[in-house]
């Protein structure tokens, strides 16, 4: 039982360059989220899925896509990476809305 | 938009203190969750207070739920090395979604 991974854990991108990062949990929930975390300002919400094929916008959302085709999968687009997206960003899930999330070891990602 | 206060932002302290961080809002929230995470690491929850008042115990640790469900506390007796660590609250009041803290970073000197 793996909980959830995160991939890639390291990346360092150039203004502009586009990415995917992927979040995959095996606990069946629901419920999964993208966080960014950045020093002095907590973890913060960037978009989140209630279900397969939904997903819903967080406090941070600009600058960033997702998509939940698969219930046990959430991915994480940038599109045009700017320097301003350099963070670790967080994967969770969890089995009721916003309830005792089980988080991912993160990826961190460096924009230049 | 609500927001939740934790403090102290940092704490250092001796192997075997006694500690208490806090976690404030002017807002009421339905449940609140705290979270420990070590460096390279995400968040694990530790425990969630849903009632006004409630206390929980994991072993050395304490957590309270104020009465009016808008602020909650962590106290840790005999804080040990591997309590190290950024402590973090989370409230949920069920219309909108999770609110994070900053953080308490905490530091158990052997």
């Known amino acids: 039982n793996a909980g959830v991974t995160q991939t890639p854990k390291f990346r360092v991108l150039k203004t502009g360059q586009s990415m995917t990062l992927l979040c995959a949990q095996d606990?069946?929930?629901?419920?999964m989220y993208w966080y960014r975390q950045d020093p002095g300002m907590g973890l913060r919400l960037i978009h989140y899925?209630?279900?397969?094929?939904?997903?819903a916008k967080g406090e941070v959302p600009d600058g960033y896509n997702v998509s939940r085709l698969k219930k046990q999968n959430f991915l994480l687009g940038l599109e045009s990476a700017a320097p301003s997206q350099t963070s670790v960003y967080f994967c969770?899930?969890?089995?009721?809305?916003?309830?005792?999330?089980?988080f991912g070891p993160g990826t961190r990602l460096t924009v230049t | 938009t609500q927001l939740l206060e934790q403090s102290p932002q940092f704490l250092s302290i001796q192997e075997g203190e006694n500690l208490t961080v806090y976690c404030n809002s002017s807002?009421?929230?339905?449940?609140l969750q705290w979270y420990r995470q070590e460096p390279g690491e995400g968040p694990v929850l530790l425990v969630t207070?849903?009632?006004?008042?409630e206390v929980k115990k994991l072993k050395r640790l304490t957590f309270q739920f104020g009465d009016a469900r808008k602020d909650s506390s962590l106290h840790i007796t005999a804080a040990q090395p591997g309590d190290t660590g950024l402590y973090l609250c989370?409230?949920?009041?069920?219309?909108?979604?999770?609110?994070f803290g900053k953080g308490t970073r905490l530091s158990v000197i052997a």
């Open positions: 969770a899930s969890s089995l009721r809305e916003f309830y005792e999330q089980y």
């Open positions: 606990m069946n929930h629901e419920y």
């Open positions: 899925s209630v279900g397969e094929g939904t997903t």
């Open positions: 807002s009421v929230f339905s449940s």
């Open positions: 207070v849903v009632t006004g008042g």
């Open positions: 989370a409230g949920f009041s069920g219309n909108t979604p999770l609110v």
